[in-house]
Each structure stands twice: as structure tokens, then as C-alpha cells.
């Protein structure tokens, strides 16, 4: 799942179980997206986040 921040900004989610949103749906902050994945050590969710087409440390982020 990629959401368009606009900016260039883009989250990518992977390893979902389920997606809960469709293409081009606009979300708000709150909203589910989705829930994240089983692997053999518990829930599972792989997060990027790019700024045009460079990746970012969502550390310096999510943090704010």
C-alpha cells in the first residue's frame, strides 16, 4: 500500500493482512488503512518513507 502525501512525500506499507482503503480513496489521519501481518514471531508491518525518490529514516519523522 503507498499513500500520496503530496510534496513528493509517499508511506509504504507492507506485509498487510488485510487493506481497508482502495485506489485513490482519500484518507485522514485516524483512519485505518489497514491491519498488519502475522509471521512466526507476531505481528508484522514493513514501513518506508520517500521524499521524491529518496528514501527517508522515518526516525527523524515519527518522532515529531
Known amino acids: 500500500l503507498i499513500l500520496n502525501h503530496g510534496n513528493g512525500f509517499r508511506t509504504v506499507y507492507t506485509h498487510l493482512a488485510d487493506i481497508s482503503v482502495t485506489e485513490g480513496q482519500r484518507v485522514k489521519e485516524g483512519d485505518r488503512i489497514g491491519t498488519s ?28
Open 37 to 64: 501481518g502475522e509471521s512466526l514471531d507476531g505481528p508484522r508491518l514493513h514501513f518506508e518513507l520517500w521524499k521524491d525518490r529518496e528514501k527517508q529514516n522515518p526516525e527523524h519523522w515519527l518522532g515529531r
